[in-house]
């Protein structure tokens, strides 16, 4: 059964966020079904290189996606268009799949603003998909308001790459506080950044922070890997998410995760990471503090997070699309 992958969320360069969970699925996938998966890859992208991948180049832009890609897996005899994005082509003759990240408009206090014509062109592809994926409970549950029937929802979680090795004792970690993400208000750095200036005042052990991320700090991958290996904690106290990759980044690192009280948190931390209220930079102190210098949580937090992250294991993910992908073509 060869399934088509669109490569959409590769045209933007380095893999973030979207890319990097969708690249860890897709090659736990081609590791288990070789020769079944092809890549759509946008012309210009960077090939990710997984061994008996096929690529094949694919156009750029929303329009010529419209308009070529069902020509391109219909050409390909693929039987299935599999998309990260929620962007699909209408007009496919084979069941397509949408991946609904977030949908930041239905929910008030999100932070962000949508347009109008955003809106619209979600609502229509998520109405034509074959099956929409939602990577937590919480963001199947806003779907369910644009999507019916709402048997065509599946709620797929993203994957993250495992450590191989042991993860390091936290008291060995000496590191700096380490927030992941881009700048988006949605990430609420400043409220971030004025509790950790405040916390390092009363407390000499919570350490300088550290803010990786675009626009103006990009680390690649194995910068990333390092800083998540030497970190003090980390810290994700964003206003919204549809999902959370950065707190499960840290759980499968063995990292004491410090991070907001949002349903797909506690989606995938359940107890082990330390909640705060995102809106309250003294909560948000008060948790730095204590993350930072609390032993027996500290403890207790690093050595379940692994055990929790294995449930988003790249296998474990790979087999649900793959379950996915064999219902669509009964």
Not at 108 to 128: C, H
Not at 303 to 328: K, M, Q
């Amino acid at each position: 059964m060869r399934v088509a992958f669109d490569g959409a969320p590769l045209d933007d360069g380095d893999a973030l966020g979207v890319a990097t969970s969708f690249l860890t699925g897709l090659r736990a996938y081609v590791a288990r079904w070789p020769g079944e998966a092809v890549l759509l890859l946008p012309k210009g992208a960077r090939d990710p290189g997984i061994a008996t991948l096929l690529v094949v180049a694919a156009p750029r832009g929303a329009l010529a996606r419209q308009w070529a890609l069902p020509r391109l897996v219909r050409k390909l005899g693929a039987k299935v268009l599999h998309s990260p994005v929620a962007a699909v082509p209408l007009g496919c003759s084979r069941p397509v799949i949408a991946t609904v990240h977030d949908l930041p408009w239905l929910c008030e206090g999100s932070g962000e603003s949508t347009s109008r014509r955003q809106r619209l062109a979600t609502k229509w592809s998520l109405r034509s998909a074959a099956a929409v994926v939602a990577p937590s409970r919480f963001t199947l549950a806003a779907a369910k308001r644009l999507v019916s029937p709402t048997t065509r929802l599946r709620c797929i979680p993203h994957a993250t790459t495992l450590p191989t090795t042991t993860p390091v004792d936290p008291a060995r970690r000496q590191g700096p506080l380490l927030t992941l993400g881009d700048e988006r208000p949605r990430k609420n750095r400043t409220r971030v950044h004025a509790a950790m200036t405040l916390a390092r005042k009363l407390d000499d052990r919570v350490p300088e922070p550290c803010f990786a991320g675009p626009p103006y700090n990009y680390v690649d991958d194995a910068g990333k890997q390092a800083l998540l290996r030497g970190c003090r904690a980390l810290i994700h106290c964003s206003l919204f998410e549809g999902f959370g990759l950065p707190v499960l980044e840290g759980l499968a690192h063995g990292i004491p995760v410090l991070c907001s009280d949002l349903p797909p948190h506690r989606e995938i931390a359940g107890d082990t990471a330390l909640f705060v209220d995102p809106r309250d930079t003294g909560a948000i102190r008060d948790g730095i503090i204590r993350v930072c210098s609390d032993e027996t949580l500290r403890l207790r937090l690093a050595t379940a997070g692994p055990v929790r992250a294995a449930d988003f294991a790249p296998g474990v993910v790979a087999a649900a699309w793959r379950a996915l992908h064999e219902e669509l073509c009964q």
